[in-house]
């Protein structure tokens, strides 16, 4: 997880800090922006992790997420080209990353609901987004069947 983003201590707490954080800003183009500034902050992935193995199928924009650790604790970097789905993936980080497969399984992504995000993403990013979320879900769920 990269230094920049808070890591709170369970996936709930973490989708109930980005709802706070979100209940700061008036109007879409402010949380439009936080979604972009949170994308930028999110480390590249090297171009030999960028290939076909790491692509989550289902997104309009190119998205690569690289899975890692094990059922006890997962891990994972991922990276769009596209700013706005970088921020959502930076979101999506906060809650998932570092966090047991069984707490991953368990937590459902309610937040993007309670912010709005349903509302005021296009159909194409909708869709996107929920194949990052499914991605995420069966890499845990896979962990736990090793």
């Given at each position: ?34 979604l ?24 309009q ?29 930076a ?56």
């Open positions: 997880m990269s230094a920049t983003l808070p890591h709170e201590a369970s996936a709930r707490e973490a989708a109930a800090a980005i709802v706070e954080e979100f209940g700061f800003f008036g109007d879409w183009s402010e949380r439009y922006q936080y972009i500034d949170l994308g930028r902050k999110l480390p590249d992935l090297p171009d030999g992790e960028k290939t076909a193995a790491f692509k989550v199928s289902g997104c924009s190119n998205v690569w997420l690289v899975p890692g650790g094990n059922a006890a604790k997962m891990e994972f970097r991922a990276i769009s080209d596209s700013a706005i789905v970088s921020g959502l993936i979101l999506l980080l906060r809650v998932y990353d570092d966090r047991p497969a069984t707490e991953i399984l368990a937590t459902e992504a309610d937040f993007i609901d309670a912010i709005g995000l349903s509302r005021h993403l296009s159909p194409t990013r909708t869709n996107g987004l929920a194949a990052m979320l499914q991605t995420i879900r069966a890499h845990a769920q896979a962990a736990l069947a090793r």
